[in-house]
C-alpha cells in the first residue's frame, strides 16, 4: 500500500491557502473606541521579507478573562464557505497572513492581566510554528519591567519582544525569524 505525503512531510507553504480567513485581523469588535492595532514585519535571517507567514494572536478580553466568544470562524449556513467574525463579539483571537513585504497587522483591544499579546508564527522553512509574544509598552511598568520572562532576558534581548508606539493607540512589532536582533522565541513543551 502505497501512502501519500501529508503535508507536514512534504514542502510548503499550504497554509497562505487554507489558514487565513475574512476578518482574520479584527479580533476587536467593529468601531470599539479602545481598539489597538498591532502591526509590523515578518523577516528572514537577511532581513528580507516572508511574504508567505501566518501570524496568528490570542490575549485575554480587557478584563482579563481568558474564555473569548466563539466566532471566528462563522460558515455561511447555506453554502458552507468561511464568512469570518461577525464584527460584534470580541474573541481573542486573530490570523493574518503577511503581504508581500512581509507585512501583517491585527486590531485588537488591550489584553487584560497581561502586558502582551501571544503570537505564533507559521512560514515557509520552519518545521514548527514559532510562538513569541507582544508586549505593548503602555502595559508596562516604568523602568522594572515587572513580568518575569522579560526580567529573565538580558536588555538587548528584552527588546525583541516590546512593541515600538509609532501612534496614538498604534504599535509596530517586527518578527525577525534568524540574525541579528532575532526575536526571542518561546519553547512549550
Known amino acids: 500500500m502505497s501512502r501519500a505525503p501529508t503535508p507536514s512531510q512534504t514542502v510548503g507553504p499550504f497554509h ?16 470599539h473606541p479602545g481598539t489597538v492595532t498591532v502591526h509590523g514585519r ?28 466563539p466566532g471566528s470562524l462563522r460558515h455561511d449556513p447555506a453554502t458552507g464557505t ?14 493574518v497572513p503577511t503581504d508581500a513585504d512581509g507585512r501583517w497587522a491585527v486590531r485588537t483591544l488591550p489584553p ?3 502586558p502582551y499579546l501571544c503570537a505564533a508564527v507559521f512560514a515557509r522553512g520552519l518545521g514548527r510554528h514559532l510562538f513569541t509574544r507582544v508586549y505593548l509598552p503602555d502595559l508596562l511598568g516604568e523602568g522594572d519591567p515587572g513580568d518575569p520572562l522579560l526580567r529573565s532576558l538580558a536588555a538587548d534581548r528584552r527588546a525583541t519582544l516590546i512593541a515600538t508606539r509609532t501612534g496614538p493607540r498604534t504599535y509596530r512589532f517586527d518578527i525577525r525569524l534568524q540574525g541579528d536582533d532575532e526575536t526571542v522565541f518561546l519553547e512549550f513543551g
Do not use: K
Open 42 to 69: 515578518v523577516l528572514d535571517g537577511r532581513g528580507g521579507p516572508v511574504p508567505d507567514a501566518i501570524v496568528e494572536t490570542w490575549q485575554p478580553a480587557p478584563d482579563g478573562s481568558r474564555t473569548g466568544l
Open 82 to 95: 468561511l464568512r469570518g467574525r461577525d464584527g460584534v463579539g470580541f474573541t481573542g483571537f486573530g490570523r
Open 16 to 31: 497562505g491557502h487554507a489558514l487565513p480567513f475574512p476578518g482574520g485581523g479584527d479580533v476587536a469588535p467593529a468601531r
Open 112 to 114: 487584560g492581566g497581561v
